[in-house]
Nanobody, 116 residues
Framework: QVQLVESGGDLVQFGGSLRLSCAAS????????MNWYRQAPGKQRELVAT???????HYVDSVKGRFTISRDNAKSTVNLQMNSLKPEDTAVYYC??????????WGQGTQVTVSA
């Protein structure tokens, strides 16, 4: 099974920036659809951004223009650049990998806290 390890979460002030990274194990990374989800206290987990194997991206409306997802297939990593952060972005952020079949892997999560 694919193993995912996130990093980069931190406490940041309103309007600040953070870059989250997710490293994947194995040799099939280039075949996966990679997703970033987030879950705030008391709320359901929310899909934030998606990047397909060929680089097509999709964002939830609330982060469009502020967040950028990217991938490096040679390094088996996916990143989430988050700019103009708001308190409502506070959540645990999770990396997810899917291949439309048996692979549906999750990382352990990384905490992002945005102070007002």
């Amino acid at each position: 099974q694919v193993q995912l390890v996130e990093s980069g979460g931190d406490l940041v002030q309103f309007g600040g920036s953070l870059r989250l990274s997710c490293a994947a194990s194995g040799s099939a990374f280039r075949l996966y659809v990679m997703n970033w989800y987030r879950q705030a206290p008391g709320k359901q987990r929310e899909l934030v951004a998606t990047i397909a194997p060929r680089g097509n991206t999709h964002y939830v409306d609330s982060v469009k223009g502020r967040f950028t997802i990217s991938r490096d297939n040679a390094k088996s990593t996916v990143n989430l650049q988050m700019n103009s952060l708001k308190p409502e972005d506070t959540a645990v952020y999770y990396c997810n990998a899917r291949d439309g079949g048996a692979v549906d892997a999750w990382g352990q999560g990384t905490q992002v806290t945005v102070s007002a």
